[in-house]
């Protein structure tokens, strides 16, 4: 049923588009405010682990966080145990522009959820955890430089 990743793609993009909308008045660019919900609910987390929990490359995840440093949402420190790492933590203007988030993060599951019963809102997310569970494994695989099975075949002529 290939709906269903079809599906799952427009949910994101509408979600997406409104977003970048609405936060444009908050000077969040382009998918910004997923980094900065990260770093606001991991104060301390490092760029790799942004990149990792939003499955982004890491070229993808270091332009986006210097943006929000530029823009003075998030600030950098060096970690005590090793000045080589680079610590996130939100200043106070992403703090206040989190809060706004969190705001639009509830509101925008009550009325995608608002015809889902309690039960199959907690199928939904069991089976679109087990749907990560599966594509996690090629997502590794394509980001080091491998190839998944399918293309093989194409490869082979």
């Known amino acids: 049923m290939k709906e269903i990743l079809r599906e799952i793609g427009k949910i994101y993009r509408c979600l997406d588009s409104i977003s970048n909308i609405e936060f444009k008045q908050f000077d969040l660019a382009k998918g910004q405010y997923a980094y900065l919900v990260r770093i606001c609910e991991n104060p301390g987390i490092i760029q790799e682990r942004i990149a990792e929990m939003l499955k ?6 270091s332009r986006a966080i210097q943006k929000l440093q ?11 145990e090793n000045k080589k790492v680079l610590l996130l933590f939100p200043t106070k203007k992403g703090q206040e522009v989190y809060e706004i988030l969190l705001e639009e993060e509830n509101y925008t599951n009550k ?3 608002q015809n889902i019963s309690v039960k199959d809102q907690k ?3 069991s089976l679109l ?7 996690e494994p090629d997502w590794t695989l394509v980001k080091k430089g491998g190839q998944r099975q399918y293309l093989k075949k194409f490869n082979k002529k």
Not at 70 to 80: N, T, V
């Open 70 to 80: 530029q823009s003075g949402f998030i600030s950098k420190e060096s970690s005590p």
């Open 111 to 113: 009325v995608a959820l």
């Open 123 to 125: 199928t939904l997310l």
């Open 56 to 61: 982004v490359d890491r070229t993808t995840a």
């Open 129 to 135: 955890e087990n749907m990560r569970a599966c594509l």
